[in-house]
């Protein structure tokens, strides 16, 4: 580790994530990346759906691959319908959804790239 990564790991030690002592900054980035990665799939699944459904029309439910990527999606759409109030209309999920993952895709971006400061480009590489 870095002389210069000195991240506060006190939140990561206080629920026991963490043993004292461990390298903070290359498991907060490990976490940083994960996050990001499943952002990406999340929202390329979305497009695929959205981009399979225009072209198929109104057969989509009989495309395996459709149902594929439905398969994929469904679980966080309806983590997002649980979590918004029911004032939001069913048919304005996906979107919801998607801004929800564009939002922690950005800040897991963000994330990564200050903890790359810390640590130095070449050992995030």
């Known amino acids: 580790m870095s002389e210069t990564c000195k991240p506060d790991c006190t939140p990561w030690l206080a629920i026991g ?3 004292p002592g461990a390298p903070c900054c290359h498991m907060l980035l490990t976490i940083a990346t994960a996050i990001k990665l499943i952002c990406e799939i999340a929202l390329l699944a ?3 759906r959205f981009l399979l459904g225009v072209l198929i029309g ?3 439910q009989d495309n395996l691959a459709y149902q594929a990527l439905h398969l994929m999606v469904r679980p966080l ?3 997002v319908r649980a979590l918004t109030p029911s004032v939001v ?3 304005h999920i996906g979107h919801v959804t998607a801004a929800l993952l564009i939002g922690l ?4 971006l963000l994330w990564k790239v200050d903890l790359c400061r810390q640590i130095g480009v070449q050992q995030c590489l």
């Open 105 to 108: 895709w950005v800040f897991a």
């Open 17 to 19: 994530l963490m043993r």
């Open 46 to 48: 979305m497009l695929g």
């Open 77 to 79: 759409e309806r983590l």
């Open 89 to 91: 209309v069913d048919r």
């Open 58 to 60: 109104g057969k989509r």
